[in-house]
């Protein structure tokens, strides 16, 4: 589309019609109502970057093995980051990639269920690529990093190889692999820093994720578990 409100919107009204091949992909140049996770808006230069969703049926995934999700699609941006910048790419739960601690690659999960499966997933993907000023934050970009220009069409394609091998593992259930990688690749993890819980600012150390992909934080000789409205990095 050379320009549309929300690719997650259009991919999501899709969904709901049932007149989709799995694998589809929505990119647009120009996102006027990009929405982000915790209804925040996703604001981005038109052209410059990548704005795109896909369209998956992983009915062979429980609701409860929904963070599967999360762990594949982070691990398919964190491999393409990885192989293009050469750098320590972070993967700040749940989803954010990171780079020199900046945030490069927002991402949107939807679900559709249908009782205890998931019958379509909308993923939602904004990749910072050319962009070289942003308006609010301290974001950075594949060209700030290696002060270079893209092709915005060459690297779709390249991030799509990524997500898709990420894909076939979880289709195989390689979940133990897909796991220990998300975790070799977790912001902080097994350091100790502040977080903001509904208790206040409090200091604890991330030790992994929990069975439904919660984050597991040890806090004053405790172990708990934040879901993405509890906890906030400080
Ligand atoms: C975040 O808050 O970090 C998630 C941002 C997700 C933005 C992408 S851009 C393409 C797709 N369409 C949307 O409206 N949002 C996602």
Redesign the pocket.
Known sequence: MPQCH????LALRHCQKNDWLEGTVIITNN?TA????RG?V?LTQSGKNL???FMIRPTFLTVKEQFYLTIFVSLGIYDYVTEKTGKKVHIKWPN?VLVNDRKIC???IENQLSGNRLEATVI???LNINQQQFESGTPTSLSIITDQAYALSDELDLLLQKLEQRYFQLKERKLAKLKADYLNALYRNGADHAYLTADGETRGRITGIDEIGRLTVMVDGQLKSFDVKEIKFV
């Open positions: 929300s690719t997650n919107d996102q990009g929405r982000g996770q925040n996703w704005t795109f969703s954010d927002g991402v949107l939602g993907i904004g």
